[in-house]
Every structure is written in structure tokens, then in C-alpha cells.
T-cell receptor, first 112, second 115 residues
Framework: GEDVEQSLFLSVREGDSSVINCTYTDSSSTYLYWYKQEPGAGLQLLTYIFSNMDMKQDQRLTVLLNKKDKHLSLRIADTQTGDSAIYFCAEIPSGGYNKLIFGAGTRLAVHP | SAVISQKPSRDICQRGTSLTIQCQVD?????MFWYRQQPGQSLTLIAT?????????ESGFVIDKFPISRPNLTFSTLTVSNMSPEDSSIYLC????????????FGSGTRLTVV
């Protein structure tokens, strides 16, 4: 079945790196996404990775994909208080044309 | 990427009534998607809306409860019918970003509270 799992909570000190992890079940997923949701707001697409890649870097964000283990991670370098939000991992499973399957979300708390 | 305007942004409704949520996109899109985010939970796809045809509903969602209109390529509505407190959620519309981003853009959501 389709399932995306994430740890629910992460607390980091300002300036440190944050690593948010995600596991998924469909090995045929084509694209995997990271979304950010700030309190009271909608979802903001942060980045995505195609399944034939194992790493993607975009400024402070680094996405790592381990297809063998079906593991996706998002690393935020130099984490700032403005990064405090809920981060959702999502996949489009094979045969699930345009249907995003979301994880439960990881709440990132950044403290001074 | 596409810009989505969704309204209302929030509403408090009496049980038994219906609420229609509007989603306007600044560009033409083939498919629009409606999601529900129950309190403290993740997002679940309700249905996919194509212009000129009936919406396709996911398991657990039915047209009588969540009728959807898609009159043109830039607009869609979702109605939450005969509401109960269990319908209290955030409802979000989404479109595929066809600019090469390969992501999906979301509206800011409608926060619905049913009392």
C-alpha cells in the first residue's frame, strides 16, 4: 500500500543543521517532494527530487534520496527561527497519477 | 508558478448547513485537486476536478457530500454539504505547476469550523 512516514517532532538550536527524515513504501515513485507549512498558512513547495537522482542541493536545503532503503531526508543548514514550521514529505506513487501521498508532517522547533 | 486565490480563508458554520469554497488560478490548468487536512493531521486528497467532466473522488469521499464544480480552466468550487463537527478541517485546492518546476502549488486553504 501507499504509506509515507515521518518523525513527528524535531527541536534544534538556531544556527545548527536540521535533518528531517521520511520513509516511503512505493519503490516506483517518480517524484518526491518537501513542503513547508507555517502556522495558519497553506503549503509551500520547498523542493523536489526525481527518483533517478540521489541528491539535490538548493541554497540551504539538501535533499538525499536512498532508493534502496526508500528513505528521503531534508537537511536545512544554518537553521533559523523562520524555519520553524511543519515539514511534509510527499510522493506520487506509481499509478497514482497526480495524487500526492503525504506524510504526517514533522514539526520543526528552532530555539535560540 | 501558478498563483491560487482561495476563499473564504476561514468560516464558522452551523451543523446541517453547506459551505462552498472557491479556488481561482491565474493561469489555465487541466486538473485541479481538492485536499482536506483534519486538525493536527496530514493532507488527504478528496477529488480531482477536470474541466468538462465529473470529478474523480478518492475512496471515502462521495459526490453528495463534497460536490465539485469545474466550469472552466481557471476556477473550481468545492461544497461541503450537510456539515457536522467532523467536517471541521482545512480544505486546500492545488494545481500542478507546469512551468518546469514539477511541483504542485497549493492555495492558502479554508479553515472550516462546524459548531
Amino acid at each position: 500500500g501507499e504509506d509515507v512516514e515521518q518523525s513527528l517532532f524535531l527541536s534544534v538550536r538556531e544556527g545548527d543543521s536540521s535533518v528531517i527524515n521520511c520513509t516511503y513504501t512505493d519503490s516506483s515513485s517518480t517524484y518526491l517532494y518537501w513542503y513547508k507549512q507555517e502556522p495558519g498558512a497553506g503549503l509551500q513547495l520547498l523542493t523536489y527530487i526525481f527518483s533517478n537522482m540521489d541528491m539535490k542541493q538548493d541554497q540551504r536545503l539538501t535533499v538525499l534520496l536512498n532508493k534502496k532503503d526508500k528513505h528521503l531526508s531534508l537537511r536545512i543548514a544554518d537553521t533559523q527561527t523562520g524555519d520553524s514550521a511543519i515539514y511534509f514529505c510527499a510522493e506520487i506513487p506509481s499509478g497514482g497519477y497526480n495524487k500526492l501521498i503525504f506524510g504526517a508532517g514533522t514539526r520543526l522547533a528552532v530555539h535560540p | 508558478s501558478a498563483v491560487i486565490s482561495q476563499k473564504p480563508s476561514r468560516d464558522i458554520c452551523q451543523r446541517g448547513t453547506s459551505l462552498t469554497i472557491q479556488c481561482q488560478v491565474d493561469s489555465q490548468v487541466t486538473m485541479m485537486f481538492w485536499y482536506r487536512q483534519q486538525p493536527g493531521q496530514s493532507l488527504t486528497l478528496i477529488a480531482t476536478a477536470n474541466q468538462g467532466s465529473e470529478a474523480t473522488y478518492e475512496s471515502g469521499f462521495v459526490i453528495d457530500k463534497f460536490p465539485i464544480s469545474r466550469p472552466n480552466l481557471t476556477f473550481s468550487t468545492l461544497t461541503v454539504s450537510n456539515m457536522s463537527p467532523e467536517d471541521s478541517s482545512i480544505y486546500l485546492c492545488s494545481v500542478e505547476d507546469l512551468t518546469g518546476n514539477r511541483g504542485y502549488t497549493f492555495g492558502s486553504g479554508t479553515r472550516l469550523t462546524v459548531v
